[in-house]
């Protein structure tokens, strides 16, 4: 083929123009196809709750219902859902467990390498006997660590986690707590990712469950 396009054993003219042209265009959409497809595979999927990024999750001792020390720490490798409840609570805590129930059943075989932890906000009523109706009560029996401690130990914990604690008068004729209601969900390597309010869908818990556990 000589330079003008002209093949020199056929003495017929091969249109380059029109050959390339064709080839560009192909390429140009491989290379956009496998870079959506490279992008697609390295983002992880967005998360349901709100956006908390990587802040490493405070870490902190205390006893659950059994009187077992346990520490954030304990559940390095799995996926951490941290709420702060009290047994005696008339709405948000009873609606927050019932959520957490549900969203564990949905987990089905992945709520083992799921861990329930619950802080409670009022350590003078939150007793093993109210501890254990309360656990019961929601279905989470063998599922949630309900932990509690002093006083000066949990208001360490509340000030870490940024939540306002304001108990009842002394004088009051049925104890009550107002608090910040928090689930928060901590990934396997101690980091805080998401958060979530009382209001949640327990299909959006689930789903950023799974997908912290796949990462």
Known sequence: MNGNGVNRHT??????????????????FTGVVL???????????????????KSPAP????????GSAVSLADFRGK???LTFLYTHCP?????????????GA??????????YIAVTVDPENDTPIAIAKFVQQHQLEGKLRYLTGTAEQL?????????YVAPSPTNATFP??????????????????ANFGSDFDPADLAFDVRALLNE
Request: hydrophobic share 40%.
């Open 11 to 28: 003495g017929k003219h091969v249109n380059r123009q029109a050959t390339s042209g064709w080839q560009l265009p192909v390429s140009l």
């Open 35 to 53: 870079l959506v497809f490279v992008t697609a595979c390295a983002s992880p999927s967005p998360l349901q709750g709100t956006d908390l990024g």
């Open 59 to 66: 870490d902190f001792k205390l006893a659950d219902q059994t």
């Open 79 to 81: 996926v951490v859902v």
């Open 91 to 103: 709405d948000e805590c009873p609606l927050i467990a019932s959520k957490l129930s549900i969203a």
């Open 106 to 115: 949905s987990l089905g075989d992945a709520m083992s390498r799921t861990a």
């Open 155 to 163: 208001k360490a914990v509340w000030s870490a986690y940024s939540l």
């Open 176 to 193: 009550s707590v107002s608090h910040s209601t928090r689930v928060i969900v901590i990934d396997k390597v101690g980091n805080q990712r």
